[in-house]
């Protein structure tokens, strides 16, 4: 992460914002975007309201705050070092063993040697630290001594990472949160890439089909050499395309609706399924169809002043030339370029008018507006909505008394109007300037299966808008696309080497460690807190099962599925099957499900279900001793738990802020002593988070304890064993999540 991105998002905690908006200011929040295809969005340009000099004053700022944060987790550690001392010496040492068995799996000489290149950031006593803030037992005595030098190497890994704060609702700290949950998923996506790129065989069809996904997808030389023809093969069975051959004049819904169905592509208006969060707490697990505005491929901007979206006229010129470009790839005649293009431009303009961002929807209160098929259809006639949903959502039977929720319906009834307005023209028979407009959709939806030129089109300009994105390496795009279809399979892969005993045994102690770290703590009312309790008791953990376990099922489930070895192109629609079918499934279940291969937790109705994808190496291996799981993984699940409940916990305690300033004090007077910051004080949020990341490692080491008065016997990896095993597990957190 650069070093002026940590800099904004600190000014953005430091500003205390009640909201943080979801990447796209036009996307209406819901559970899950179905649309959604990481090449297709074109993000709105952000204009940072600052003028030069005072961005120059508050980078100042920022960077000597980012300094000040940097021992966050080092006094998170040291002190629940402390802590464990002094509970230790109260309830019994537990590490008084002369000698451990060594771990001797390949696993864990791999970590040693992973440890060996790393430095302890615990070699030093932590003397300067007088009691263990927020404890009830009596305090330390001085030892004396200063941090040394390896405390100051480990802070260092800290440079690049900015500092968290905790908003006011789970929404905005996700997206607060997104690096450090993207680095967990990078290690997941390593883990999975190892598992694909075995030459082991398999006898399940299903792990078959999914491995020759992603190699056809690494395949880059096919891809070169089938060129357009793929594309164009596609245009044809779809009833040709004016502009680059024949066009049957094929109908206008026909051709919407088989674009829905079959190819993943919703030129017009997005498709989501989502629950409504104004349902009664009775019918929170049912889900609706929910349409909002589409993402327009033209980048359009919001005028606050004259509250209108419009297409930037900065971007015309070089969005006209990719697209283009786009047409010439494809073959079309010069002498037609341009004037399909400049319809497509005019009609994308005329629908960003339409749009609007999601924060203005929201208080003009558009968003989860509901209405039944009927009443949509009657607002919005140009649409045939029954049948574009039915293809959408095949083979699903729905009617037109069926609801389905809206997030900017003046949108949607302008849209109709357009649509109207060039169905009439004149000239529409001969032209199909509509058919343009979607097939030029579809081939966005298309291009990661296209070959390098469209890519590199598209990268140019956004380049053009002035967006700078990092470079993808191809096996990891591959695997995200292989995740989007195949994600049952991975799952089950995952499952295969998962030792569910123990990760379900670190789940049930961290939990309930939890749970006594909660009744500590001092509650402004007994009300609330009874009621959170009772939530608490009410969302028991678990860890998330595949619905499917068994190969048989597995392979029948995806037994329809052909996967050539001729070209990845012909995969790809493969995949927007399979995603159509989930799609519909998702609509049909209406029951909570965790995403298998998340990296973090998830509150659903029956409890807090934990995917299999948090429980990967390095962070966790099943021969792992069991201090180096509870010091990485534990600490992690405890923290993702303690931000499932956040919003409860910081409006009704008062332990919180004083714990908060006591790391902060304890922190800056060795940091001072050291000569390494100067004091300073936190925001509110800052305490908060401090807090939270401490508890967490109190509780992470609490649930270890446990774990240990169970079962004495641990392992130990380059001569570590027990507390300091455990500290030099969490530190290795800090290098791979933070």
């Known amino acids: 992460m650069s070093q002026t991105s940590i800099e904004l998002q600190l000014l953005q905690t430091d500003q205390s914002k009640s909201y943080t908006e979801p990447e796209s200011q036009h996307q209406a929040p819901s559970e899950l975007q179905l649309t959604e295809q990481p090449h297709n969005s074109h993000q709105l340009h952000q204009r940072n309201p600052l003028q030069p000099e005072q961005q120059l004053l508050n980078s100042e700022r920022q960077k000597k705050l980012i300094g000040l944060l940097l021992g966050f987790f080092i006094g998170t550690a040291i002190l629940g070092l402390i802590y464990y001392i002094q509970y230790g010496q109260n ?51 001085s030892r004396g001594g200063q941090r040394g030098h390896s405390m100051q190497g480990y802070s260092q890994n800290l440079m690049d990472r900015p500092a968290e ?18 680095s967990r998923k990078h290690l997941l996506l390593q883990y999975l890439r190892g598992i694909l790129e075995t030459n082991h065989s398999s006898n ?73 969060p104004n349902d009664a707490p009775s019918n929170r697990t049912k889900r609706y169809i929910q349409i909002d ?76 507006q509901r209405m039944t098929i009927r009443e949509l259809q009657s607002q919005a006639p140009a649409i045939d909505w029954l049948g574009c949903l039915q293809a959408a959502f095949h083979p699903l039977s729905l009617s ?20 109207n307005r060039w169905l009439q023209k004149p000239f529409i028979s001969s032209s199909s300037f509509l058919e343009t407009y979607m097939f030029l959709n579809l081939l966005h939806t298309l291009m990661p299966a296209m070959d390098s030129r469209f890519s590199e089109t598209a990268k140019n300009m956004s380049l053009a808008l002035g967006n700078v994105e990092e470079e993808v390496p191809r096996w990891k795009h591959c695997l995200l696309e292989t995740e989007t279809g195949f994600d049952t399979v991975l799952t089950h892969l995952l499952s295969e080497r998962m030792a569910r ?69 012909s995969n790809y629609l493969q995949l927007l099957s399979l995603w159509q079918k989930r799609r519909s499934k998702l609509l049909a ?93 936190l925001s509110e949020g800052q305490q908060q988070e401090l807090w939270l990341q401490y508890s967490a490692l109190q509780v992470a080491l609490q649930a270890y304890h446990h774990s240990l008065s169970q079962n004495p016997a641990d392992t130990s990896v380059s001569g570590l064993h027990h507390t300091q095993l455990f500290f030099r597990s969490f530190s290795q957190v800090i290098v791979y999540v933070y």
Not at 165 to 182: A, I, S, Y
Not at 601 to 611: I, Q, Y
């Open 165 to 182: 704060t905790e908003p006011e609702n789970q929404k905005d700290h996700r997206t607060l949160t997104e690096d450090r949950n993207l």
């Open 91 to 141: 309830t019994g040492s537990i590490n008084n063993a002369a000698y451990v068995t060594p771990c001797v799996s390949s696993a864990c000489q791999w970590a040693a040697a992973r440890l060996s290149m790393s430095t302890d950031p615990f070699t030093q006593p932590c003397d300067y630290f007088m009691s263990p803030c927020g404890s009830k037992g009596s305090p330390l005595k």
């Open 589 to 681: 279940e209406q029951t909570d499900a965790a995403y298998s291969l998340s990296v973090t937790p998830a509150l659903v109705s029956d409890g807090v279900v934990f995917p299999m994808g948090m429980f990967v190496p390095p962070l966790f291996h099943p021969t792992y001793p069991k201090a180096m799981s509870y010091g990485a993984v534990g600490f992690l699940v405890a923290k993702d738990i303690f931000h499932l409940f956040v919003r409860e916990i910081f409006s009704h305690n008062e332990t919180m802020y004083a714990v908060g300033e006591c790391v902060w004090a304890h922190y800056l007077n060795a940091s001072e002593n050291s000569g390494q910051v100067e004091a300073s004080v």
């Open 400 to 419: 037109e008394d069926d609801q389905v929720l809206l997030h900017n319906l003046p949108y949607i009834i302008q849209m109709s109007k357009i649509i």
């Open 501 to 569: 005993q123990k990760t379900e045994e670190i789940i049930e102690n961290v939990f309930f460690s939890f749970i006594s770290k909660i009744m500590e703590l001092k509650w402004k009312d007994h009300k609330p807190f009874q009621h959170f309790i009772d939530k608490v008791y009410s969302s028991p953990p678990r860890l998330w099962s595949s619905q499917i376990s068994d190969k048989g099922d597995l392979d029948l489930l995806f037994s329809e599925v052909t996967i050539s070895s001729n070209g990845f192109f």
């Open 204 to 276: 399940s069809s299903a792990v078959r089909k999914t491995k020759d996904f992603y190699h056809s997808c690494l395949d880059t030389k096919s891809l070169e050499t089938a060129g357009a023809e793929p594309f164009l093969e596609l245009i044809q069975k779809l009833g040709g395309w004016a502009v680059s051959g024949q066009w049957n004049k094929t109908d206008f819904n026909y051709t919407l609706g088989l674009l829905m169905r079959e190819y993943g592509t919703f030129p017009f208006f997005n498709l989501y399924v989502g629950k409504d």
């Open 293 to 368: 505005q589409p993402d327009l491929l033209i980048p359009i901007e919001w005028n606050s002043e004259k509250q209108q979206s419009r297409a930037k006229a900065e971007t015309i010129r070089p969005f006209l030339s990719s697209c283009q470009s786009y047409l010439a790839f494809l073959g079309s005649p010069p002498s037609n370029r341009l004037f399909h293009v400049g319809t497509f431009i005019s009609l994308s303009s005329e629908l960003a008018v339409a749009t609007s961002p999601v924060q203005y929807r929201r208080l003009k209160g558009q968003l989860f």
